[in-house]
């Protein structure tokens, strides 16, 4: 059995160029038409794939060029999904997102037309020999009981566990497909562990509040083991655990010991986790983790995506050592703690400090894992 391992990684969101935003208002007002708009994305993720290989990378997104959210698009071309526009903005601090949502409109199964095949059958074709392509979509967890996406499930379904098995299998299925198209790194990013991190300290005091939170969690383990269920051998499965990112913003903090059992359960061969500031906590909780999931790879976040300002390399080396405390050295990777635009407004930084941010995570990973 293969599974892919790089001690230096990137969780896979870019800034978008100005010349694709460009084409995307031309496209929403009108004034192009598909095929325009898609010409100008491959030329500009040919050049972002280049960007990447060249900053040594041995796994290569294509930036989520494609979409506009880094989890929406992905769900409401599901089938099952429709997108809408709710009320209110996500409580991210300090900056107010659009109002884009997505709920149930239907039995949930995996819409063989999605558009994520063929940006990555593109990606695909373009990745250099020696490198590999990886495509990074949203957790199921993002549909359970968050953001009101799951409320109209019963509607659908004769049971909760109905609702959570076809959500499992659409996943199952849509990841299957990726891998016939020639995957072999798939990625589940997800910001349910932030939301309940910070929900179980808020409610802490409060348990019938807290006997809530914790059956979410079962039922997101459940969910994600069984979508992960009997997939190839070699296809690696990640996960990037994230609190929220948008214009260089958050939406939760809290440090892991709340979801360490929880992480530790499930079915993944790799886990981003965020590591750049006093929000993240300590690394204590890597040792639940590491535990009950030991071989996995775990990248730390050490590195900040949103803001352009280079960390000290001889502080980030003395973390990575603190972490191998818990974890083997071997087994450890180094990243951003996100990607640089999980939407395609982007985080308060330049292109040029991007490539910076990754030509430093390679000289770090150069000195600690030779």
């Known amino acids: 059995m293969t599974k892919i391992q790089y001690h230096f990684d990137h969780v896979g969101s870019y800034l978008r160029p100005a010349e694709l ?36 990378l041995k796994v290569v997104s294509d930036g989520e060029f494609g979409r506009s ?29 659009r109002t884009t ?8 199964a995996e819409n063989k037309a999605h558009p994520f095949y063929r940006d990555f059958s593109y990606l695909s074709s373009i990745t250099p020999e020696g490198v590999i392509p990886k495509i990074t979509i949203p957790s ?21 566990k109905d609702f959570l098995d076809d959500l499992a299998q659409a996943y199952h ?40 939170l914790q059956a ?30 948008f214009k260089s913003t958050y939406l939760f903090e809290g440090g892991y010991d709340s979801v360490a059992r929880y992480l530790g359960q499930l079915n993944y061969d790799i886990f981003f986790l965020e590591y750049d500031d006093a929000r993240s906590g300590s690394f204590t909780p890597l040792t639940d983790i590491w535990n009950d999931r030991k071989g996995v790879e775990i ?40 990607g640089f635009a999980s939407t395609e407004e982007g985080n308060r930084l330049t292109e040029a400090d991007q490539w910076k941010k990754l030509q430093l995570i390679e000289s770090i990973t150069e000195k600690v894992w030779g």
Do not use: M
């Open 21 to 56: 935003k460009t084409a995307r208002e031309q496209y929403a007002a009108g004034n192009i038409n598909r095929e325009a708009l898609l010409e100008t994305q491959d030329k500009l993720v040919a050049d972002l794939v280049g960007h990447q290989v060249e900053s040594g």
């Open 69 to 97: 959210w880094w989890h929406l698009d992905f769900l409401w071309n599901l089938t099952g999904f429709e997108s809408y526009q709710q009320e209110d903005s996500y409580k991210f601090h300090g900056a107010k997102t």
């Open 101 to 108: 949502n997505v709920r149930i409109v239907g039995k949930i």
């Open 140 to 160: 199921p967890s993002l549909v359970i009981n968050r953001d009101h996406r799951s409320d109209l499930a019963l509607e659908y379904y004769d049971s909760w």
């Open 173 to 212: 299925d849509t990841i299957q497909h990726f891998y016939d198209l020639g995957a072999r790194y798939v990625q589940l990013d997800d910001t349910t562990w932030g939301y309940l991190i910070q929900q179980f300290e808020d409610k802490k005091d409060n348990p019938e509040e807290t006997a809530r």
């Open 216 to 245: 979410i969690a079962q039922d997101d383990v459940y969910t994600i083991n069984k979508a992960l269920a009997g997939l190839p051998d070699d296809l690696t499965l990640a996960t990037h655990i994230c609190r929220g990112n």
């Open 299 to 338: 990248v730390l976040g050490l590195i900040t995506s949103k803001d352009p300002a280079l960390e000290d390399v001889d502080q980030v080396i003395d973390r990575i050592k603190e972490a191998a405390q818990l974890v083997p050295l071997g087994n450890l990777g180094l990243s951003t703690q996100c």
